[in-house]
């Protein structure tokens, strides 16, 4: 493998060799399909509620509280499982079963059986992020994870453009049913080649080796030699962890509002600002595919080359990309027509995402080599089960709420409920900064 190290010099300097970026480049494909069939319920909401009478409470506990239950708990067992065992069938198994789900949603003919596909695809989906977080890990050395994280991460924004694009043009054109089936099909044969053709990489070949821990510490992130954590110890170690747990509060208060504003977006394009399928298969695509790949890399690349002399921030990059976000976002919400909309949600769509490639490279950093799917799986737990699980569900039902008095823009309103939680997403990334700062003195001391 061209990226192995076979001497403590090698694990530090390494440099990713063709192996390591083409499994890079295939992770990256499965992360796009995971989150095209995530989103194209939220993409695709508008004919669905027309066919199947569905709510926006009920859309939004589908798209939210209802997955991430099953999302975000399964993703523990399957964590600590892929940790013991080959990440990468963990990881082709998963994907062909939440593609299959995924196709089973094409099928449903009332909410009941449209939730439960819906619920099938968040038990695939539980095993899809956290193996590849660990599978990179041990494919790059520390110092480029950052840069090849954040290039993986760009899977959501590449996977919610091609869903906006594809699934609206299809719907358009056919059937919402015949997209639900077109990706669920490409998903069972990438699952199929992933587990024919990627190879499983050593574990913590890449990590530089690191002197005995004293016996009070409870944490080396460089271990690679140590004797397998047990599942209680990692989550004991997890949420005691001043800088792991409020990683993933700020996480979980900045994913409130991204999952929020991700899955009622269309809906709220078409039905407040009066755009077609047509056109948001087109601007809209464009404006998610381009703005959040940008925030996921750029952010990436300032973590890089400010992390290693600056630990804080990990912190302090996420909390000034919200803070800048936030006014802009108004701007959205207010804006009379779709053009001017997306003018202003340009900026804040890539500011957004400025969380994500840090969070998930500090973590990862921070924890030995054995420990990572898991500590990528808790990760999940915390900010999905409270962004994606809450946000859309809240923003679905304050909708529902303010309909009665406000039919013509229940949504607009609620999505001005948001606004607040911006503040508080700034609010724990610089709490997770005191965290990180006080970490450093103590090591010094």
Known sequence: MSVQAHSPAAAVTARPGPTAW?????LCFIYVLNFLDRQLLSILAKPIQD???VTDGQLGLISGLYFALFYCILALPVGWLADRTNRVKVLAFSCGLWSA??????????YPQLAAARMAVGVGEAGGVPPSYAIISDYFPSGRRGTALSLFNLGPPIG??????FGASIAAAYSWRLAFLCVGAVGVVTAIGVWIFVREPRRGGLDAPAPAPAPAEVLDATTAAAPQSGFWSTCRLFFSHPVLLRTALACAATQFVTYAVLNFTTLFLMREKGMSLEQVALWYALLIGVGVSAGMFVSGRLIDHYAPRWKAAYAYIPAAGLALAAPLFVGFVWAPSWPLALAFLALPTALNYFYL??????VQEEVRPDQRTLAGALLLLVMNLIGLGLGPTYLGFMSDWLRPSHPDNS????FYSLVPFYGVAVLAFLWLARAI???G????A
């Open 411 to 414: 949504l607009q309103l609620a």
């Open 160 to 165: 919610q453009a091609i869903g906006i694009a």
């Open 441 to 444: 003195e103590e090591a010094k």
């Open 437 to 439: 700062r006080r970490e």
């Open 51 to 53: 066919e199947l009478g």
């Open 101 to 110: 789900a995924t196709a089973a949603c094409g099928m449903a003919g009332s």
């Open 357 to 362: 490639s840090p969070a998930v490279t500090l």
């Open 22 to 26: 083409a499994v890079l480049a295939t």
